[in-house]
């Protein structure tokens, strides 16, 4: 089983940054790929990055260039840096955890609570 507990939302305005952090139970790093995704209301989840069992990261093409995955291994821990942040990326952002690097969703069998993302213009 594996438990993931994301931080860092809030409210920033447009052209700023957040960081979100995800806390992973257990050895995740060496079997999951780690995705971040993210939904707005009324929207399907979408894929928003992902970092590999190896470190290889990808991104959606709307945050690529502005978004940058990390991981600290010794915390079990990922991290989601946002800068140039834009009113379109307010949405509630989730980690995933899945044995493969896929963005779709449904590939992903362990998830976060999510944490609340809202950029004003």
């Known amino acids: 089983q594996v438990q993931l507990v994301e931080s860092g939302g809030g409210l920033a305005q447009a052209g700023g940054s957040l960081r979100l952090s995800c806390a992973a139970s257990?050895?995740?790093?060496?079997?999951?790929?780690m995705g971040w995704f993210r939904q707005a209301p009324g929207k399907e989840r979408e894929f928003v990055g992902l970092v590999s069992r190896y470190g290889s990261t990808s991104y959606a093409d709307s945050v690529k260039g502005r978004f940058t995955i990390s991981r600290d291994i010794a915390k079990n821990t990922v991290y989601l840096q946002m800068n140039s942040l834009k009113p379109e990326d307010t949405a509630v952002y989730l980690c995933?955890?899945?044995?493969?690097?896929?963005?779709?969703?449904?590939?992903?069998?362990?998830w976060g609570q999510g944490t609340q993302v809202t950029v004003s213009s």
């Open positions: 257990g050895r995740t790093f060496s079997s999951y790929a």
């Open positions: 995933a955890a899945g044995p493969v690097s896929l963005t779709t969703p449904n590939m992903y069998p362990y």
